[in-house]
């Protein structure tokens, strides 16, 4: 083989290389004529390829260049050196180099054989090459062909795979079949290679661009990702250390809030414990009566009071508590004519300062509560409501902490609004009023010790009902009602933030006594919606109620609270006699008109409304009256002589009184001024039907002189009530009258229904100030304007505001008295009178007397039943059957008529079970067993039993007999036991009296029929409080949690009242041959009937007056009251049982003598039938009906 046809070789190996590069040279010792080839890479040089003639390109290499492949001299010229950069040149630049083959020594190559030398020069070469015709074997079977047209290269392949020798391949490449055909084909071989080679450079070229930016755009959205990230992890971490600063803040304020709480708790149990000690009836106070000096605080000569916050079930407020604070005021002066000004209302000034805008709607939201097109509460779900709540982003501060929500809020109380935080944890609720703000440092301090909860603290478990309120006509506040019969109200930014509350404090509703179900959703439902809803209505229809509970529960729904005197609860007038000597409350020309707002009452006055509204001039909606009939200002009005509303007045007063001739003086001038003065249209407050201590000048305040020289003092009552006393019990009769109960559902239609706004209002002339309705503007959309807002806000203030309507359409009337006088178990008078005094007598076998009586007879519980007690500790639980009140009932059998009530037990009946209705353990030997020995819980179940000989009191099973609980606490001998009214579950008071002259208040769990809340301590409960005061052994005890008082007497006197938290209140001192309590019976209706030895009785208001006072000829052992506290059932040793009427001790009944002596007493559940225990050993059922002597039964049926 020449050395040119290695040449040759070499050349179409390096143009195969040329489909991997971008730059592929083609150069030939003689070009063919007539063929151009353009080379990839260098655009300027061409090769030109004849065809006329074509040379062996090995032999054409081998002659020019004999010595070039081979090397063997080492020496170069410049074809060679031309070939040889050629080579080095394609190589390094487009493929991976090849190693260039080293000189050798010439001696050493002389030496070598030619087969030698070929693998010597070839043995990187070679391996390329047969990867070459590999790879393009497709297209050079197709160009390589023989001289008889068969494919050379698939006999090439077969060669280069069973063989790497370089010589067979050098041999197989110089053939004569390949050189012909190498000849023949090479020049379109190679234009088509490099055509290939070019159009693949250039696909390689798009895809490499097309991954180019591929790779661009992903690194380009990973830098983009990657500032996101960065931007949100600066983000967080500024939200993260925003949110430690925030906790930190909180924990701060939290512990700031708990050490004034500290502060104030420490402060309140430092009075508590000095009023204790020092008190007249306390351990130091004989010293502290001697020795002023050394208390201070402590001894005065005038003993202050002011009116307690806790309310009863009825919402009423009549207990009075010791006030630290009182003063007679005696440098407080009265307002002179001239302070007053022209003769103007204050909301006639304030609307000619202020032009408001019309009625505007509030937000979406807002009206979605307000005026939903169905009222139904069950519409109203509770997801709905979540996510409504939750769409909302309100401006709390939610916690993952123990601070599950805290919210800026302002607590609102009577002349007071202080804004501070409230927070709320997963157990309490935490309010810490802002000391440092402008608004709160201006506000009396006289008054802000009458402000409670400025640093509160209230459980979850004390939290009884929740309402959402109104605050300055907005739907953004809470009232929250509490386990201690009180009430708190907070106003918050927005109504997002109300939900927020509510849904984070318990599940409570608005409590249990309207029949709604305890949900959120109730909570946060609409008036309207609470009105439809709930039972009240058919229930006051149905004369199940009274009319004070109903008019207190439509105020309660309508917003009206006593936490804002602008909203305080509202009552009629019901009354226009006020100058007689007597009043008949039979006539019907003694009571008013409630079809009419008290405006329209005087015809000559309505005709002054009506012109001024078809005259009305103004740029604001027209309206009849300028003041309204409830305002911040006429409760005060009302309520100036009692604390601490006289606080509150003289703050609201520029520190004066009001002109003598203006101060609340008289009835009957109140009630000529609501009928001519043009600027009052006052209605009243719920305390004229409960609180004669409003009007009496206890606290001898100096209220001045009127025009016509007489004092002003106590409130002039009319002629009819002797004492203040008289006039709230009169008026409350007026109030229950059936000529007030056929009407009053007219009055509701004019303050809570459909003529309280809109045409019907016009009709009726009961349209007020468009700023004292709800709706009427939006303290929002003025955000921007704080001058028009605060003057917005200051109008709504002085203008007062109508409750929220609860209905569009008529109030339904009160059923009359005779429809439903037939009705079974109708809790009205005007039945006929039972034929009979005396039902049963039911004997025991037992002679022992029957001490006590506890009749528990509701229908609903699993043992209705009598249980009687002996002296000997014998006990029976004798069942109940609900037939007696049926008795003229449409229905009613002669059948039923023959049925007993009582049923006795049959293990007594029977002498079978003697030893499971038998307490055998010893009491102590000097205890004289009586009626308040023993207790027997609400629910039949359990007794429990005093006067052990180890100090203790005991709870048995009435179903077997046997000993539960063991409960120690004092130390000497327990005498006496009282049980207060127990509630839902069961739960109530028991109080222990005790010869160590102290009394201890526990816990009756009914769920645990246990003493104590902890079943898991049982065996050492704790007391709730302890109860001092006596010198000597406490005899009787008597209980009431509605009122939250324990009264109590000692063996020699006197009798005490507590509050069931321990403090000691007042002794309640009779006339000087009352001085030895036996027994006492206190209704929740306020009277405290008390009975000393040698037949003395004694009528006491819980505010320790004395109404009234009787003696009899009878060694009385048992008194009872009933449930409405207006009449006295006594019975004694003569046996004869008499029923008196407690406020004057009118006697109304006597029933026939009985053979034995009366021991113990008690009605049943309907108040229809009296159980007495006789000293022989029988007990004696008496018909009764109370209503009997109710005064319009005696005077109209």
């Not at 001239?338 to 304030?350: N, Q, S, T, V």
């Not at 608004?439 to 979850?460: I, N, T």
């Not at 109530?988 to 246990?1010: E, F, K, N, Q």
């Amino acid at each position: 083989m020449a050395p040119s046809s290695l040449c040759t070789v070499s050349e179409v190996t390096l143009c195969g290389i040329g489909r991997l590069s971008r730059s592929v040279v083609v150069q030939a010792k003689k070009p063919l004529s007539g063929l151009t080839v353009n080379t990839v890479g260098s655009s300027g040089s061409s090769s030109t390829l004849t065809s006329a003639s074509t040379p062996n390109i090995f032999a054409a290499a081998s002659s020019a260049t004999p010595k070039s492949m081979i090397n063997t001299t080492g020496a170069t010229d410049a074809s060679t050196s031309s070939s040889s950069s050629f080579v080095n040149g394609a190589t390094s630049k487009n493929l991976p180099a090849v190693q260039s083959v080293a000189p050798m020594p010439e001696d050493t190559m002389e030496n070598m054989s030619i087969t030698t030398k070929l693998e010597r020069a070839l043995e990187k070469v070679a391996p390329l090459l047969r990867e070459i015709f590999v790879d393009f074997a497709p297209f050079l079977s197709r160009t390589l062909l023989g001289s008889h047209g068969q494919e050379l290269l698939i006999e090439g392949l077969v060669c280069m795979k069973s063989s790497t020798s370089v010589v067979e391949l050098v041999m197989l490449l110089c053939s004569q079949e390949w050189q012909n055909s190498i000849q023949k084909n090479a020049g379109l071989a190679f234009i088509e290679l490099i055509n290939e080679g070019r159009l693949l450079c250039h696909a390689m070229k798009d895809h490499i661009v097309r991954v180019a930016n591929e790779a661009e755009f992903i690194l380009n959205r990973q830098r983009a990702e990657d500032v996101h990230k960065h931007a949100e992890f600066e983000s967080n971490c500024a939200q993260y250390a925003a949110d430690r600063k925030d906790e930190e803040t909180m924990c701060d304020h939290l512990i700031s809030a708990a050490k004034h709480r500290d502060h104030v708790t420490a402060n309140q149990l430092k009075q508590k414990i000095l009023n204790i000690l020092t008190n007249k009836h306390g351990a130091w106070g004989a010293v502290a009566q001697r020795s002023s000096c050394l208390f201070p605080f402590s001894s005065q000569l005038h003993d202050f009071w002011r009116l307690d916050y806790w309310e009863d079930d009825l919402r009423r407020r009549r207990r009075f508590v010791r006030n630290p604070f009182g003063s007679t005021h005696l440098d407080i002066t009265c307002k002179s004519l001239e302070d007053y000004g022209p003769e103007e209302d204050e909301a006639l000034r304030g609307r000619k300062g202020f032009r408001g805008q019309p009625l505007v709607s509030q937000s979406p939201e807002t009206e979605l509560m307000l005026e939903a097109d169905d009222d139904a509460v069950s519409l109203l779900q509770e997801k709905e409501v979540d996510n409504l709540a939750a769409n909302f982003c309100p401006r709390v501060f939610i916690s993952r902490g123990p601070v599950v929500l805290s919210t800026p809020a302002q607590i609102v109380a009577p002349v007071t609004v202080a804004r501070g935080t409230l927070s709320i944890t997963t157990t309490e609720i935490y309010f810490e009023v802002d000391e440092d703000d402008p608004a709160f440092r201006r506000v009396d301090a006289k008054v802000l010790v009458y402000s409670e909860g400025l640093h509160g603290k209230w459980m979850f478990s004390e939290i009884r009902a929740v309402f959402t309120r109104r605050f300055l006509l907005q739907n953004t506040a809470l009232e929250i009602f509490m386990a201690n019969r009180t009430s708190v109200m907070f106003n918050f930014p927005d109504q997002p933030t109300v939900k927020k509350v509510v849904y984070s404090l318990p599940c409570v509703g608005v409590g249990t006594s309207y029949g709604l179900p305890q949900a959120r959703r109730i909570s946060l439902a609409t008036p309207r919606q609470l009105f439809k809803s709930s039972n009240m209505t058919q229930r006051w229809q149905r004369r199940e109620i009274s009319n004070f509970e109903y008019l207190m529960f439509l105020n309660t729904i309508a917003g009206r609270t006593y936490n804002d005197l602008n909203q305080y609860p509202v009552f009629p007038w019901v009354l226009t006699n006020y100058e007689s000597e007597e009043l008949d409350l039979t006539v019907p020309g003694n009571f008013r008109d409630l079809s009419k707002p008290i405006g329209a009452l005087n015809p000559k006055r309505a005709v002054f409304y009506a012109d001024r509204y078809e005259s009305w001039d103004e740029e604001t909606p027209p309206c009849h009256y300028t003041t309204h009939y409830s305002t911040a200002a006429s409760t005060l009005h009302w309520l100036v002589r009692i604390e601490p509303f006289t606080t509150f007045f003289l703050n609201a007063n520029g520190n004066k009184f009001d002109h003598p001739n203006r101060t609340f003086s008289g009835i009957a001038r109140s009630w000529r001024h609501c009928q001519r003065d043009t600027a009052d249209v006052k209605e009243l407050i719920p305390e004229f039907y409960y609180l004669p201590e409003m009007f009496v000048n206890n606290n001898g305040y100096c209220l001045g002189d009127r025009d016509d020289g007489v004092p002003v003092c106590d409130v002039e009552l009319p002629a009819w009530a002797k004492k203040p006393e008289d006039f709230v019990r009169i008026n409350r009769m007026a109030l229950e009258s059936e000529f007030v109960s056929c009407q009053l559902h007219q009055w509701i239609d004019l303050i809570f229904g459909y003529k309280q706004r809109g045409p019907e209002a016009a009709r009726a002339l009961n349209v007020f100030h468009h700023l004292t309705y709800e709706g009427s503007v939006n303290l929002d959309s003025l955000a921007s304007d704080p001058p028009m807002r605060e003057a917005t806000e200051a109008q709504i203030q002085s203008v007062g505001q109508t409750p929220s309507q609860l209905l569009i359409e008529p109030h339904p009337p009160r059923s009359s008295a005779m429809h439903l006088c037939f009705l079974p178990q109708s809790p009205l008078m005007f039945k006929d009178q039972m034929q009979q005094d005396v039902i049963m007598v039911l004997k025991f076998p037992s002679n022992s007397p029957v001490t006590h009586v506890a009749a528990n007879t509701l229908p609903h519980l699993t043992l209705p039943a009598v249980v009687t007690i002996t002296c000997s500790r014998l006990f029976a639980v004798n069942r109940w059957h609900n037939t007696v009140g049926l008795r003229g009932a449409p229905g009613y059998s002669l059948e039923q008529a023959h049925h007993l009530p009582i049923e006795m037990d049959s293990l007594i009946a029977n002498n079978s079970g003697t030893n499971k209705r038998q307490i055998t353990d010893l009491v102590d030997q000097s205890i004289q067993i009586n009626t308040q020995c023993f207790v027997v819980t609400a629910d039949n179940r359990y007794i429990l039993v005093c006067g052990f000989w180890d100090k203790s009191f005991r709870v048995y099973s009435s179903d077997t007999g046997k000993l539960t609980q063991i409960v120690f606490g004092h130390w000497d001998v327990v005498t006496c036991l009282a049980r207060s009214e127990s509630y839902i579950g069961g739960d109530c008071y028991i109080v222990s009296g005790s010869r160590d002259a102290t009394l201890l208040l526990w816990y009756w769990s009914g769920r645990h029929h246990i003493i104590g809340d902890n079943p898991n301590n049982s065996d050492y409960p704790a007391p709730r409080a302890v109860l001092t005061g006596h010198d000597y052994e406490v005899v009787c005890v008597s209980v009431c949690a509605e009122l939250g008082i324990v009264i109590s007497g000692a063996k020699e006197g006197p009798c005490l009242v507590h509050t069931i938290t321990g403090d000691l209140l007042r002794a309640l001192e009779g006339p000087d041959s009352c001085v030895l309590p036996r027994l006492i019976s206190v209704s929740s209706e306020g009277h405290c009937i008390i009975y000393y030895d040698r037949g003395q009785f004694c009528n006491f208001s819980i505010n320790g007056k004395l109404l009234a006072q009787m003696e009899i000829n009878d060694s009385t052992r048992a008194i009872l009251l009933s449930s409405d506290g207006q009449n006295l059932v006594t019975g004694g040793d003569n046996g004869v049982v008499e029923v008196w009427q407690a406020c004057d001790f009118k006697q109304l009944y006597v029933y026939p003598g009985c053979d034995a002596g009366i021991r113990a007493t008690d009605l049943s559940h309907d108040q229809r039938t009296l159980i007495t225990g006789m000293a022989s050993g029988s007990i004696v059922a008496f018909n009764i009906d109370f209503n009997r002597w109710h005064f319009e039964h005696q005077n109209r049926y």
